[in-house]
């Protein structure tokens, strides 16, 4: 599909949740406590957060995209505007909070895996009647970090209901849940046209709503009998998806040099979104764009600095 074909059938984009920045460490990463001083190989400080990511990517891939979100009234915030802005995200509903700072995650990048440090800071304070009032023209609305977000989380089956009312569709990406609790869910699923987990929250929300047993297939189609298709994120092997009544849907990933896998979900995310928001229906080709758009975001450390053009994506598929 050309990048013409694609911006004419684009539609506009709301994501909604979190805003903030991400340091990203390679090399030594494992604390050593007792006052060690251990050496990096990189740091680097790029735009985070889920939604974050996802609203950079989807502008990156030339979809009309807002963000929903809050950052705090400091330097971390207005680099975190900037960023977005840069891309062409409309941050107009990026709001600021007076006193909160910004939220900031520490990414430890170990070669085969990573962990991350998160201050929330003015993340949670993000509220549903905010998300309305940034709806405006929006067909599409995407949800990330739910548990981050606890009192828009309490809000979001009414506003859910109330968006479907208006003809919009919804996605959610819930993240992993920090207090490993994964409460909520069985009230939000339902309104909800695609959930976006990789195989550890597949696996996680599933047993947290009593669906356990069989095949990570089979936990997905019963979770897709509640209402949304669900769409698995699984690393290496690309992605597949699954609807209550139709059959499992996979694209692989591209082969190429991973530098950090940091968002390279929300990458996916995007990429399968911005097929959506374009009006490809085959669900085999959304596929394809997610994972094409994960895969290239690897390339450099951080969830933005490497994430896949229009042009980039669409040679790829070629």
Excluded at 50 to 63: E, F, K, T
Excluded at 234 to 243: I, Q
Aim: aromatic residues 4%.
């Amino acid at each position: 599909m050309s990048a013409a074909i694609v911006e004419e059938a684009a539609v506009r984009v709301l994501v909604v949740g979190d805003a903030n920045v991400d340091l990203v460490l390679r090399g030594d990463v494992v604390p050593r406590f007792g006052q060690a001083e251990q050496l990096l190989d990189s740091a680097d400080l790029t735009l985070g957060s889920s939604a974050g990511i996802v609203a950079h990517g989807l502008a990156r891939l030339g979809i009309p995209t807002a963000l929903a979100a809050t950052v705090g009234d400091d330097e971390f915030g207005r680099l975190t505007r900037g960023w977005l802005s840069e891309a062409g995200v409309d941050v107009s509903s990026l709001g600021v909070h007076p006193t909160l700072p910004t939220g900031l995650s520490v990414i430890l990048s170990a070669p085969t895996d990573r962990s991350i440090l998160t201050l929330l800071g003015s993340i949670p304070t993000l509220t549903g009647d905010a998300v309305l009032a940034a709806v405006k023209g929006a067909s599409h609305v995407h949800f990330a970090s739910y548990f981050l977000l606890p009192g828009l989380a309490s809000q979001l089956p009414s506003l859910l209901a109330s968006l479907r009312s208006r003809g919009i569709t919804t996605s959610l990406d819930t993240n992993w849940d920090p207090c490993e609790k994964w409460a909520g869910l069985a009230a939000v699923l339902p309104l909800v046209d695609v959930l976006l987990p990789n195989l550890e929250e597949l696996r996680a929300i599933a047993g947290s709503l009593g669906v356990l047993g069989g095949s990570d297939e089979d936990l997905a189609r019963r979770l897709a009998g509640l209402g949304p298709r669900v769409v698995v994120k699984a690393g290496r092997e690309g992605g597949w998806s699954v609807a209550a009544d139709s059959p499992v849907v996979r694209a692989p990933a591209l082969v190429v040099e991973a530098h950090d896998t940091t968002g390279a979900g929300d990458s996916f995310d995007a990429g399968y979104l911005a097929a959506v928001a374009s009006g490809i229906a085959s669900e085999s080709e959304r596929l394809r764009w997610a994972t094409v758009a994960g895969s290239l975001s690897t390339r450099a450390a951080g969830g933005t600095p490497a994430q896949a053009t229009l042009t980039e994506l669409t040679d790829h598929l070629a």
